[in-house]
């Protein structure tokens, strides 16, 4: 699918493909140590967050392991709030794992839940995944809260499952299915 002219709408956001000049707002939330104690792995300096940026401004959902990385985009000003992903797990299985980083800057204002939601029903009605999964730090607990406020159910609990820096950390993985979805958001 080509996503060039991808715009998902919100009552606050806009979801859409990056472009050039978003760099500085991604590279202020992706350089920042609070955004990446929960991803395993050290912020990204100017010239790594340069590389993932290039990517990110490209996405695809071709083979197994693609990624489509939008821009969320606040309406009232055009501030760039964060990203949300949709990777592809399984074509055959139409699974997709989903995620997103937001710059703390915008915390607390409920963006991350609103800008999922759209992310989604997109996902669901529009590509036709059958299940969305979401991969999460145990000890992040806004994003628990996101992706419960979302209504997906926690699946799993890995235990000491990776490490970083010489600390273990736990995943919880999340999901939720296509007709589960449908029935929630279909009034039925």
């Known amino acids: ?21 978003d760099f500085a707002a991604f ?36 083979k197994d392991g693609d990624t489509a990385v939008f ?9 760039v709030a964060g990203e949300v992903v949709l990777k592809l797990a399984s074509a055959i299985a139409r699974q997709v794992e989903v995620g997103y980083i937001f710059n703390p800057a915008f915390a607390g204002k409920g963006y991350a839940t609103e800008a999922m939601s759209a992310v989604l029903e997109f996902a669901f009605s529009r590509l036709n ?29 890995l235990i000491q499952n990776d490490q970083f820096n010489g600390i273990w950390g736990d995943e919880f993985i999340y999901a939720l299915l296509r007709d589960e979805w449908m029935a929630r958001h279909s009034g039925v």
């Open 1 to 21: 699918m080509d996503f060039s002219d991808l715009r998902l709408s919100t009552e606050r956001l806009e979801i859409r493909r990056f472009v050039p000049g």
């Open 27 to 62: 590279l202020a939330y992706h350089s920042q140590p609070e955004v990446y104690r929960y991803l395993y792995a050290d912020p990204l300096d100017e010239a790594e967050a340069a590389e993932k940026f290039q990517k990110a401004s490209v996405p695809r959902l071709r």
């Open 71 to 79: 821009a969320v985009e606040r309406r009232e000003d055009g501030a």
């Open 129 to 157: 995944f059958h299940r969305a999964f979401a991969r999460l730090d145990a000890a992040n607990a806004g994003s628990v809260g996101v992706v419960e406020r979302l209504g997906m159910r926690r699946e799993a609990h």
